[in-house]
């Protein structure tokens, strides 16, 4: 049994920020008080020196490649590069290969990270036009929920068909996340520059292409098919300014039934940094305009907008540098979202507070997640220590995901995370992870 106790810590909890200790046995969370003594010799004690202790965070949307895409990652690598970020629970997406849309394929993920994960895991069960009967089979207390991409993806996971959607929305209690673009909108806007450009189409364009009116035709149609069915509805990485008008802080978060999120890359980037970042920063959806941008920070701070996510999905440098119609969207963020965020509170952006209610409290909220999320007596011990004075330059050294590049790449970051704790053990210290690999299944409570 490891027994740590941090000491001098700013520990950051449901909206305050105290100084005390921390005492974690067996995995838990036993003692939080203004001041702890060690009550054994097996004690090890970690000195925060003034620094904030917050939960760890929980990534509600990752893209770890395994099965089938291991060249670009796999569960290993970035549960690895997730840890060194501040990040202890991530949520992954069914569009490997093969697609997880029946729940044999779905638990053979599970298997492969109840031997190779560092962080705690769960994985969504993914929806098609045609696997209803698969969909109604899973689990809520040990599956986050079910994924739907209504714009296109790896595989056979377009859900395009109205009567299906409907089906789906209306049939499930289980939380729906969605990807939400217009596959129409899209196809149109891309005829129009393959005209203007041949195959030469620069990478400024994808934003015109996967453009803010593909978004809101999609998000609005899932909003209206949820508020019509009942259907408990998360929109993902939300990019523009006119999706805003579809979300409400009028509510408290545990009585939404309709939440969104936003991710790090959408917070951070514009169209203007295409010029330099070229294919670095092409996802979907694509990174907006500045204006988009400052919409997203606003409904972030005044609760329209729920979670702070990554959307981390690696390719290598060797796809991201083919042309912009060959290479894909995605790219890898879980070692620097927490870090990002506390760079936005040295902006004057957001608060420590607002940062872990929207990385750590309110996706377990949200989810329903167990004892996790919080730093509460009888948690478990899912923490970091972030430093906020302590620089720190990203460089292809100190890149753990597999792909081996960040479109943070070069960038000074003021705070840093020191250590992190998965379920009670020490799993990274200072750059270093350990080969300790403790992470668990998510469980709901549902």
Partial sequence: MSIFLIKNARIVNEGS????????????????????????????????????????AIDDQVHFREPGLTHKGDIASESAAA??????????????????????????????????????????????????EEILKTNPRNVAGIKLFLGSSTGNMLVDDQETLEKIFSSTKMLIAVHCEDEETIKNNLERYKIQFGEDIPVECHHLIRSAEACYLSSSKAIELAKKTGARLHVFHLSTA?????????IPLEDKQITAEVCIHHLWFSDADYKTKGNLIKWNPAVKTAEDRTALWE???????????????????EEKKQSYLKAPSGGPLVQHAVVAMFEANHQGKISVEKIVEKMCHNPAKIFKIEKRGFIREGFYADLAIVNPSSPWNVKKENILAKCGWSPFEGYNFKSRITHTFVNGELVYQ?????????GKRLLFER
């Fill in 242 to 250: 006119k999706e805003m008008e579809l979300f409400t802080n009028k």
């Fill in 430 to 438: 200072n750059f270093k992870v350990k080969d300790i690999r403790v």
């Fill in 299 to 317: 409904a972030l701070l005044d609760d329209r907008i729920d979670v702070i996510a990554t959307d981390h999905a690696p390719h290598t440098l």
């Fill in 17 to 56: 920020i105290f100084e005390g200790d921390v005492l974690i046995e067996n995995e838990f969370i036993t003692e939080i008080a203004e001041s702890i003594s060690p009550k054994s010799s097996n004690c090890k004690i970690i000195d925060a020196e003034g620094n904030y202790l917050i939960p760890g």
């Fill in 83 to 132: 840890v060194a970020g501040g990040i202890t629970s991530f949520i992954e997406q069914p569009n490997t290969i093969p697609n997880a849309v029946t729940q044999e394929i779905l638990e053979e993920k599970y298997k492969i990270a109840a031997e190779s994960s560092y962080a705690n895991y769960s994985f969504m069960m993914g929806g098609t036009n045609d696997n209803l």
